[in-house]
């Protein structure tokens, strides 16, 4: 898997569930690319903040 191709899996793995096929790949290239594991990093902690935002603006 490309890093073109595992970024943009991990950004449609927030809108979606990701097959099995995508989890393994996604997984294997986490597990040697540290550019995509700081991108991922960075998605998961925009998509908390979005969330906890959207939380606090119904109160």
């Known amino acids: 898997?490309?890093?073109r191709?595992?970024?943009?899996?991990?950004?449609?793995s927030h809108e979606r569930s990701l097959t099995l096929q995508e989890k393994g790949g996604l997984r294997l290239h986490l597990a040697i690319?540290?550019?995509c594991r700081n991108f991922k990093q960075n998605c998961d902690e925009l998509?908390?903040?979005m969330k906890a935002f959207a939380n606090n603006s119904r109160k």
Request: proline share 0%; glycine share 0%.
């Open 47 to 49: 998509s908390q903040l």
């Open 5 to 12: 191709q595992a970024t943009r899996i991990i950004s449609d």
């Open 33 to 35: 690319c540290s550019h």
């Open 1 to 3: 898997m490309r890093c």
